[in-house]
Nanobody, 119 residues
Framework: QVQLVESGGGLVQPGGSLRLSCAAS????????MGWYRQAPGQQRDLVAT???????NYADSVKGRFTISRDNAKKSVYLQMNSLKPEDTAVYYC?????????????WGQGTQVTVSS
């Protein structure tokens, strides 16, 4: 059974930094793209950043220049380095991965980790 487990959320002051981590476990052939999404209260879940298996990245305009996504294929993990955090970055952050289950592709989500930016 495939699982994604996130860590690294918390409370930080405006201008501060946090690093989120997400690790995949279970039996599968490979991981295609991985990404981070976020959902603020009363809002839809939005894309933050994605990264392909060969390292191509994509960012939401609101985080370009402040957030960096990376992955470690050997560790089956994806990371999100968040710098210059703003109160509007406050949300639950979710990890997503498209996983090759020895044939079919399936999307998986983590349980979410809370990020709060406040003084």
């Amino acid at each position: 059974q495939v699982q994604l487990v996130e860590s690294g959320g918390g409370l930080v002051q405006p201008g501060g930094s946090l690093r989120l981590s997400c690790a995949a476990s279970g039996s599968f052939r490979s991981i295609n793209y991985m990404g981070w999404y976020r959902q603020a209260p009363g809002q839809q879940r939005d894309l933050v950043a994605t990264i392909t298996s060969i390292g191509s990245t994509n960012y939401a305009d609101s985080v370009k220049g402040r957030f960096t996504i990376s992955r470690d294929n050997a560790k089956k993990s994806v990371y999100l380095q968040m710098n210059s955090l703003k109160p509007e970055d406050t949300a639950v952050y979710y990890c997503k991965a498209q996983i090759n289950l020895w044939g079919p592709l399936k999307d998986y989500w983590g349980q979410g980790t809370q990020v709060t930016v406040s003084s």
